[in-house]
């Protein structure tokens, strides 16, 4: 169901939600931007981001990091080797979830992996979240429309849609691109 908010004002209310966790005025916060290179955010930050996402959006984001949820659902050792570098398959997903990057060519660290995280890259996040919208509401109607901010509610009973979680749509996401690339072959 296509969520009735355009892809503009999603974009904008991310770079909100940055800004105003890091403190930076949102023109500083572009969609390219790296969140912990050019903006100097820490892994606190982005809790507080995700948190102001669910909260705008109402939904869940992923709160499991993409190498633990590779290792989860395809074994230890498929998305981080001994010495803590990704494996071929691991840095194929990161440049399928993240977008590509000079970085990804060589050999990548698992703690380097939160530096590419952009601001499109969680925006991309928030709106595949958001395309889970059902076609009806729980009361049967199939009447959304734009409510507070970004969110949406039911025209006729005025309820929130219940979306996929992140972490589940991560791990259905992994699973068919782990079958079509061919990654994590598990022997
Ligand atoms: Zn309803």
Known sequence: MVYPVPASAIDDEVRRAIAKALRKDEAAVTLDASIIEDLGGTSLDFLDITFRLEQAFGIKLPHNLLVDQIEELFGEGTAVDAAGKLTPGAIEVVRLRL???????????????????????????????????????????????????????????????????????????????????NLFAVA
Do not use: M, N, Y
């Open 99 to 181: 977008g590509d990057h000079e970085r990804l060519g060589g050999e990548l660290f698992a703690d380097e992996v939160p530096a590419l995280v952009t601001t499109r890259a969680l925006a991309s996040g928030v709106k595949e979240i958001l395309a889970t919208l059902p076609a009806a509401c729980a009361c049967g109607a199939s009447a959304w429309k734009k409510g507070d901010g970004v969110k949406v509610t039911c025209g006729a009973c005025g309820k929130a849609p219940t979306f996929t979680d992140g972490d589940t749509l991560t791990q259905g996401w992994l699973r068919t691109a782990a079958k079509e690339k």
